[in-house]
């Protein structure tokens, strides 16, 4: 059973053979692949100027903008902090779905994960061997804390150190990493 590969490992070889224009291409046709399969008649918005994020949803230009910079500050902090030398720091980048509404959200969950949603959950990140996925997907709650959340800002540096923390290689228990996505957003 050890020489012969699994499907896993062969899809992450396959993926770790490809050249930072290739995988990112590969990130962008999964991106738009997934937004397809959750809201096939929504036409998404995006900023794929980013070296390190792929920003998608169906919210304004102007709040995709402010996720972008946000996510961008905060790369910059978990760069610093853990030593990272890369970039990008994910594989083919970090995609991250800002859904306009509570219903965009849990159809993504719905759709990609076949789970349904915890009213207290606004968001998650997923984030795959060999990076075939490598995601954040954030409800817009708005930018005031409420009794379930810190508002999108936190929920977004959260999720972005909690998907760093679950790259392939690392097994960390999830109160691990939501309690270190938490203190890191503060």
């Given at each position: 059973r050890q020489l012969v590969p699994t499907d896993e490992e062969l899809l992450a070889a396959r993926l770790a053979a490809l050249s930072p224009a290739?995988?990112?291409?590969?990130?962008?046709?999964?991106?738009?692949?997934?937004?397809?399969?959750?809201?096939?008649?929504?036409?998404?918005?995006?900023?794929?100027?980013?070296?390190?994020?792929?920003?998608?949803?169906?919210?304004?230009?102007?709040?995709?903008?402010?996720?972008?910079?946000?996510?961008?500050a905060h790369a910059q902090k978990l760069k610093s902090l853990f030593g990272v030398?890369?970039?990008p720091m994910f594989g083919g980048r970090l995609t991250i779905f800002v859904m306009k509404d509570r219903f965009g959200y849990t159809e993504f969950n719905q759709v990609i994960h076949?789970?349904?949603?915890?009213?207290?959950?606004?968001?998650h990140s997923t984030v795959t061997t060999g990076y075939e996925d490598a995601y954040v997907v954030l409800e817009d709650i708005g930018d005031d804390p409420g009794s379930t959340h810190g508002g999108l800002q936190v929920s977004l540096l959260e999720h972005i150190s909690g998907a760093w923390l679950k790259k392939p290689g690392t097994s960390l228990p999830d109160w691990v990493i939501r309690g270190t996505g938490l203190a890191l957003a503060r």
């Open positions: 290739e995988f990112r291409s590969f990130r962008d046709e999964r991106t738009q692949d997934q937004w397809k399969r959750v809201s096939p008649r929504v036409t998404a918005r995006y900023i794929s100027s980013s070296p390190e994020f792929f920003i998608y949803g169906d919210v304004s230009e102007e709040r995709l903008k402010q996720v972008s910079d946000w996510a961008e030398k890369t970039t076949r789970r349904s949603t915890a009213r207290d959950v606004h968001g």
